[in-house]
């Protein structure tokens, strides 16, 4: 079964994170899917046996709520105990929605890989470097 990095985004970087989450699980030989949230129904998700998920922090660092929190309150209830990797960037603040947001996921007993992954703004060359040597981990796990 392929892994699904399905995510929102505002101004394109986390769409960046996205692709380099794609990226590195495919250079570790296994098959993924590349969407966002409008090309992902709920019930898509049932369809991998991993799923990375990704959302820049918006507002007063919280998950952007018009089209992503509806999206995601719909998905986390069939997530089970589905690896799952979060993503997502920021553009103040420390980056505190990917606490508040992981803390979410482990009050739900949710199968949280590690720790999200957030950057500040854009991925530098170093940093989605990374992204995607997180992402072979997750793949190979």
């Given at each position: 079964m392929a892994i699904l990095v399905v995510y929102w985004t505002g101004t394109g970087n986390t769409e960046v994170m996205a692709k380099n989450i794609y990226d590195g699980i495919i250079a570790a030989g296994v098959e993924a899917d590349l969407k966002q949230i409008d090309d992902c129904l709920a019930d898509d998700i049932l369809?991998?046996?991993k799923v990375a998920i990704g959302c820049p922090s918006m507002g007063?660092?919280?998950?952007?709520?018009?089209?992503?929190?509806?999206?995601?309150?719909?998905?986390?209830?069939?997530?089970?105990d589905m690896p799952l990797l979060l993503f997502g960037s920021y553009g103040w603040g420390e980056g505190e929605w990917m606490d508040y947001?992981?803390?979410?996921?482990?009050?739900?007993?949710l199968?949280?890989?590690e720790k999200g992954i957030k950057i500040a703004s854009m991925?530098?060359?170093k940093e989605s470097e990374e992204i995607k040597e997180i992402a072979k981990r997750f793949a190979q796990s």
């Open positions: 369809n991998y046996e007063i660092e919280e998950l952007e709520p018009e089209e992503f929190l509806p999206w995601y309150e719909e998905v986390e209830p069939i997530l089970g947001w992981e803390e979410r996921v482990h009050d739900l007993g199968n949280l890989f991925p530098s060359r």
